[in-house]
């Protein structure tokens, strides 16, 4: 038993001094007063939080949410067919998961840098479709919560394929024969049973595309440019440009608590430990 | 129908890096083709900005990989020999902390500590927060391999007499070591790709490819940033698809 606990220190004190405790900082620097040069100063308050409830702030919070929640429904509409494809399609299963999972592997950045490369106004759309005579002068495709939107859809679509794949998957092929007996059409075989049966794996999903939406950075800021504003930009401002160290820190205990509190309700569930 | 409409969802997966890697031998400098060239890629290289982030990436990748590898596969199989939920609970949470919670989080601390250690923002600042990252990912890989590895090849050496650490050395590890190996690519990859908490936590001396090419691209408009796009998505695309492969070993 001495080994284990030997090779279980290094990171045991790592996440401690590299993650808990920077956490715990955040943490307190969230209840305390903006210095007059950006840091952190007593007296303890609860202001930074009272701050968050501003119309201003409310909005963006607002916004963040409902972008995720978009992003997600779009995620589930995109790739739950896609899933229930891989699942039924035999010997190359393997090959269609290798498909959905390789682009989300090469580099978050160039893949959000690619829709940038895409959309904006001397991008790919605009080019093609002002080439056909379709449109005068280009659309405005880039810096809108549109553009955010198609990122996150595009970065975060293979988290929510994995695990309703893996439900799907073990679906018993009887049952779906068992309704086409019983004279269920297609669509209501997978509307009454394949969905039904599938729930856990679709709600894990849904729960692992939104946690990540809910604290995007990079795609509101490169897709969205600083107009579409999201709870992640609103932090990043505060600890630089603003230096209200308070307020950013207080905005991020909020997301960190609301990502806590949807693992902890995956980690629940019984897919995500067949999936762990 | 349903075969129709998952191609049209993987051709929305992959158009966007096949259309950028194509345009990155685009000649002209506009979104028309004018022919194929290499004109891009002889700029990147000739780019000082590009070269010097490159090295610094690859310094931090490293030295985080080779951290973050060792301290996770020790950790993997200290949860495997017997649960750690704190540990656990702890690496997985990591994984889903949005990256700029960690990023401001580890600014704060590293300048609350600059206050009594005179430690300014640099290389191994951003090390330190890779591999805080990285460890998660190093342990689900390994803790993945060891769910299928027998425990009585352990129990069978200590039979014959090795000790703990003799059975872990000598019968253990080599099991493990094409899970290592994928661990370490995958912990690279993810190194090598980190803008977020990056820009956080870096100085000005240790500006990272990802940074460089950040900054260009927010600048607008250069064919540049698609050729060194391009070489970074076959780059990664490679090393995954070798992770992966000593994972189904």
């Not at chain 2, 993987?10 to 060239?37: D, K, M, Q, Y």
């Not at chain 2, 661990?183 to 460089?212: C, H, K, N, R």
């Amino acid at each position: 038993m001495k080994l284990r606990s030997a090779f279980l220190l290094p990171a045991r004190v790592w996440m401690a001094l590299f993650f808990a405790a920077p956490l715990a900082i955040v943490c307190a620097y969230s209840f305390l007063t903006r210095g007059d040069y950006g840091g952190v100063e007593r007296p303890g308050t609860l202001e930074s939080f009272a701050r968050l409830a501003d119309p201003l702030y409310l909005g963006i919070l607002w916004r963040s949410v409902w972008i995720s929640i978009l992003s997600t429904a779009l995620c589930v509409t995109l790739g739950f067919p896609l899933a229930l494809f891989i699942a039924r399609a035999g010997r190359r299963k393997n090959l269609y998961l290798q498909l959905v999972l390789l682009p989300f592997w090469t580099s978050f950045l160039v893949r959000t840098y690619a829709w940038l490369f895409i959309l904006r106004d001397t991008g790919l759309v605009n080019t093609v479709l002002q080439s056909l005579g379709v449109i005068g002068k280009p659309l405005p495709l880039l810096y809108n919560d549109w553009a955010v939107l198609i990122g996150l859809v595009y970065n975060f679509l293979p988290f929510f394929v994995l695990p309703a794949y893996a439900t799907l998957e073990r679906l018993d092929p009887s049952l779906l024969e068992a309704a086409a007996d019983l004279g269920a059409r297609p669509f209501a075989t997978v509307w009454r049973v394949v969905i039904p049966i599938a729930a856990p794996g679709i709600a894990a999903g849904a729960v692992l595309v939104f946690i990540p939406c809910l604290g995007a950075y990079l795609t509101p800021d490169l897709l969205g440019g600083g107009k579409s504003v999201m709870l992640g930009n609103l932090i990043q401002n505060q600890f630089t440009t603003a230096r209200d160290w308070p307020f950013g820190s207080a905005a991020s205990m909020v997301l960190m608590l609301a990502s806590a509190l949807l693992l902890a309700a995956l980690m629940r569930s019984r897919v995500a430990r067949e999936l762990m | 129908m349903l075969g129709l409409y998952s191609a049209c969802a993987l051709i929305f997966l992959h158009a966007p890096l096949i259309v950028l890697i194509a345009f990155s031998f685009n000649s002209g400098r506009f979104t028309i083709w004018e022919g194929v060239s290499l004109r891009w890629y002889r700029a990147a290289l000739a780019d000082s900005q590009l070269a010097e982030g490159l090295i610094n990436s690859l310094i931090i990748a490293a030295f985080a990989t080779a951290l973050s590898t060792v301290i996770g596969t020790l950790a993997a199989y200290g949860m495997w020999r017997k649960a750690a939920p704190v540990l656990s609970g702890g690496l997985y949470l990591s994984l889903v902390t949005p990256e700029i919670v960690t990023g401001v989080s580890l600014l704060a601390l590293f300048q609350w500590a600059f206050r009594f250690l005179r430690l300014p923002l640099g290389m191994h600042t951003v090390v330190i927060a890779h591999v805080a990252f990285s460890i998660a990912y190093v342990t689900i890989v390994i803790s993945a391999r060891l769910r299928n590895y027998d425990r009585t090849l352990e129990e069978a050496a200590m039979d014959l007499g090795a000790t703990e650490w003799r059975a872990f050395w000598r019968v253990t590890l080599p099991a493990l070591a094409p899970a290592i190996g994928a661990a370490a690519l995958l912990s690279l990859v993810v190194s090598f790709d980190d803008y977020v908490i990056t820009s956080l936590v870096a100085g000005v001396d240790s500006e990272t490819l990802p940074m460089v090419i950040y900054a260009m691209a927010r600048r607008g408009v250069s064919p540049v940033v698609n050729a060194v796009s391009a070489f970074i998505v076959v780059i990664f695309g490679i090393l995954i698809l070798i992770s992966d492969r000593l994972q189904q070993r």
